[in-house]
């Protein structure tokens, strides 16, 4: 049972409900089936746009129902492109520093200092795939 699917948070996610209070996260490789076995599921495929986790490429990711597996993939973009047109738009704005924040936004994948919990509490990055971070209880 698949219990949320989300957006918005420009972040690759994938955790599973252990019990009432707590969410195991699952180290994702990208481009590889994973399997969905029974339970309660958090899955946010991260962001096409404005990624927070490190990884300038478009993330996204394929659920299927009947073979209850789960594929994240990245995928090159052209970001100078669309940091290009990003500029031509902050051209006469009130507000230009949005479009150069932006700018650095896309081209780096980083979200900013506020995201330190989620590249030090729930992932390691490693090699542009998530392994999921195991705690000492």
Do not use: W
Request: proline share 5%.
């Amino acid at each position: 049972t698949v219990c949320l699917v989300s957006g918005h948070t420009h972040l690759p996610v994938l955790g599973r409900r252990i019990d009432q209070d707590g969410i195991e996260y699952i180290s994702i490789r990208y481009g590889t089936p994973i399997n969905l076995e029974p339970g309660c599921y958090l899955i946010n495929p991260g962001s096409v746009g404005q990624p927070r986790d490190g990884d300038p490429r478009a993330s996204y990711a394929i659920l299927d129902t009947e073979a209850h597996t789960i594929v994240f993939n990245r995928r090159e973009y052209d970001i100078e492109k669309t940091c290009n047109a990003l500029g031509q738009e902050s051209n006469g704005s009130e507000h230009p520093q949005e479009y150069t924040s932006l700018q650095e936004r896309l081209r780096t994948g980083y979200g900013g200092e506020h995201m330190q919990y989620y590249h030090k509490e729930v992932y390691m990055k490693r090699e542009f795939d998530l392994v999921a971070e195991k705690k000492n209880q």
